[in-house]
């Protein structure tokens, strides 16, 4: 009756057999431009309150992605801005060289513990579950919290690290903090394996970083989208879904276009635009903290949807960011999947017509989304989205 989802495709992973036995390098990936990257923390022209993600300016942003041997960006975590980590947490994250990372915002999902993991990773991964306060109150309802005696909170083999002071209004938003800043949060990181909530992983976290970075001397993977490779077809699928204001989404694809991102082709050098960002596995070299930094920065200013900024910002650098974009059916051989608890509560998502936005404030990001709100400068009245082929999903 096309009541049941289809299952999952998954393939083969070419992976390691004995985690005991990966060969872990001894040093990190030679630097390329940029050598040394360093952030924003205030916004020195602007007295007002603080934001998490500054006030970037549009002169700003075209500067950010001229690649130059020293640089200096936004990358979120401004002065005051919100994110908090507690002091224990803030001294527990320092030991961590490896990482296997998650969140859960707004009480969205329940911690899924890994399984299939080694005693070897055990002991050189922290796995850290990235939580609002909303979320860890949810937690401790349904998940046994234990706590050690430095006060750390623990849920099974995640330590839980609670963010006060939530950044935006928008849930979905505040889960980008640590998906794709996770080298803000964790700066002593070497590497690391993001899994978005939803995942409960099944695979051992060292043969994920030897197949998917070490043996192709890769610094950055992601796996491609399952249907899409144009942003602009992903941005028809976020519309028709309802996933953010409709208005809001097409001024966000208006200013590509007249920047001139082009439709995915199989002309370009990468197998998609689109990645499939619930899983990113980084090595954390300048570049790959840079190209998180600008990515962040696009999220921070246009629409919480990061799928439509990840093939922008790989278009800016012009090549010289190199990644890997394995197939979506890896993908799904990694992890199981399971269903949020419920959906998510943003009114914005509904919004039909600028209009709607404009006669109730209230429906309005505060804190986030407002390249959407400042004079662009360019006249986007003749900039047509490219039309989206029609895709079964």
């Known amino acids: 009756m096309g009541l049941l ?19 872990i390098p001894k040093h990190s990936t030679p630097k390329t431009l940029p050598q040394k990257l360093s952030y924003i923390l205030e916004d020195e022209s602007f007295n007002g309150d603080p934001l998490f993600g500054g006030r970037q300016t549009w002169e700003e942003r075209d500067e950010s992605f001229k690649l130059n041997t020293t640089m200096r960006v936004h990358c979120g975590f401004m002065k005051h801005g919100g994110a908090e980590m507690e002091a224990m947490d803030v001294k527990y994250v320092k030991k961590c060289k490896f990482v296997v990372a998650s969140g859960i915002f707004d009480g969205y999902d329940t911690p899924h513990q890994p399984s299939n993991i080694s005693t ?12 609002d306060e909303i979320s860890f109150t949810n937690i401790t309802k349904t998940d046994a919290v234990t706590e050690d005696s430095d006060g750390g909170k623990w849920v099974g083999i995640w330590r839980l690290i609670v963010l006060h002071e939530p950044p935006y209004d928008e849930p979905r938003r505040n889960g980008k903090v640590p998906k794709i800043l996770t080298h803000r949060l964790f700066p002593q990181a070497q590497y690391s394996i993001w899994i978005d909530g939803k995942m409960e992983l099944i695979v051992d976290p060292l043969l994920i970083l030897e197949r998917y970075l070490w043996r192709g001397r890769n610094t950055f ?21 309802k996933r953010y204001a409709r208005p809001l989404i097409d001024l966000h694809m208006k200013i590509y276009v007249y920047e001139g991102m082009e439709a995915w082709s199989p002309k370009k050098r990468t197998p998609s635009d689109v990645p499939e960002g619930a899983i990113i596995i980084r090595e954390h070299t300048p570049m790959t903290n840079l190209f998180s930094c600008l990515w962040f920065n696009e999220v921070n200013l246009f629409t919480p949807r990061d799928q439509l900024s990840f093939g922008y910002v790989v278009y800016r650098l012009k090549g010289a960011f190199k990644f890997f974009m394995f ?20 009114k914005v998502e509904w919004v039909k017509n600028v209009t709607e936005l404009e006669k109730n404030s209230k429906m309005k990001e505060s804190k986030g989304g407002l390249g959407l709100w400042t004079p662009y400068p360019g006249d986007l009245a003749s900039v047509e989205i490219p039309p989206a082929p029609h895709i079964k999903e």
């Open 221 to 241: 993977a992601i796996s491609q989208h399952k249907h899409h490779r144009s942003i602009y077809e992903e941005a028809d699928a976020n519309k028709r879904r």
């Open 327 to 346: 197939l979506n059916c890896e993908y799904n051989s990694l992890f199981i999947l399971h269903r949020h608890t419920r959906e998510h509560s943003s």
């Open 5 to 23: 989802p289809k299952p999952m495709h998954r393939c083969p992973i070419p992976l390691a057999n004995d985690p005991e036995a990966i060969v």
């Open 120 to 131: 070897r990773s055990k002991k050189l991964f922290c796995f850290l579950m990235v939580v």
